[in-house]
T-cell receptor
Framework: ETGVTQTPRHLVMGMTNKKSLKCEQH?????MYWYKQSAKKPLELMFV???????ENNSVPSRFSPECPNSSHLFLHLHTLQPEDSALYLC????????????FGPGTRLTVT | AQKVTQAQTEISVVEKEDVTLDCVYE???????LFWYKQPPSGELVFLIR??????QNEISGRYSWNFQKSTSSFNFTITASQVVDSAVYFC?????????????FGPGTRLSVLP
């Protein structure tokens, strides 16, 4: 596999469910990111990890819980979501450092019913 | 605070026409970085170009060219002789050098439709 992969590609969950999104990068990068892309808002950065340490949390509700066990893997654990959380969730990776281009995965299309 | 504006929500052109996508940014930093990404229907954002604030040279890559002007805080993207495969949503993004410089702020995107 090459680049950044994400699973699942589509997910439908009820508000009481718990699910996880997975991201894996095969680029040798040491920074990973979660973004949310919803229909009516610009792409929003949610979390940043550098060398497995979280360095940015953009006021994301606690029902979203990230986990980065190593520099190649990133998870987003979801629980008690709301319908407004329905969106495309994109993972990205880059080398650590300012102004370095980020490489994105194909995203997980999440629908909360 | 950093901000990116892409005033054109949607543009339609006929194949082989040239098209320019506008991007205007706001930042208080003297060191910053600008990017363009393409998002085809498959959903994955594809990196196109990166520019830092100290390099105002325009760049050309095949049918793509970029015009960076600090005086007007703009970083516009031109596609020459457009093709149907250029149909996508295009995003301009900004990151400031402070605080790790990884906090990308994206514009709302411009949806480009190239008609055959």
């Amino acid at each position: 596999e090459t680049g950044v992969t994400q699973t699942p590609r589509h997910l439908v969950m009820g508000m009481t469910n718990k699910k996880s999104l997975k991201c894996e990068q095969h680029l040798g990068h040491n920074a990973m990111y979660w973004y949310k892309q919803s229909a009516k808002k610009p792409l929003e950065l949610m979390f940043v990890y550098n060398f497995k340490e979280q360095t940015e949390n953009n006021s994301v509700p606690s029902r979203f819980s990230p986990e980065c066990p190593n520099s190649s893997h990133l998870f987003l654990h979801l629980h008690t979501l709301q319908p407004e959380d329905s969106a495309l969730y994109l993972c990205a990776s880059s080398q650590e450092g300012p102004g370095i281009e980020q490489y994105f995965g194909p995203g997980t299309r999440l629908t909360v019913t | 605070a950093q901000k990116v504006t892409q005033a054109q929500t949607e543009i339609s052109v006929v194949e082989k026409e040239d098209v320019t996508l506008d991007c205007v940014y706001e930042t208080r930093d003297t060191t910053y970085y600008l990017f363009w990404y393409k998002q085809p229907p498959s959903g994955e954002l594809v990196f196109l170009i990166r520019r830092n604030s100290f390099d105002e040279q325009n760049e050309i890559s095949g049918r793509y060219s970029w015009n960076f002007q600090k005086s007007t805080s703009s970083f516009n993207f031109t596609i020459t002789a457009s093709q149907v495969v250029d149909s996508a949503v295009y995003f301009c993004a900004l990151s400031e050098a402070g605080n790790y410089g990884q906090n990308f702020v994206f514009g709302p995107g411009t949806r480009l439709s190239v008609l055959p």
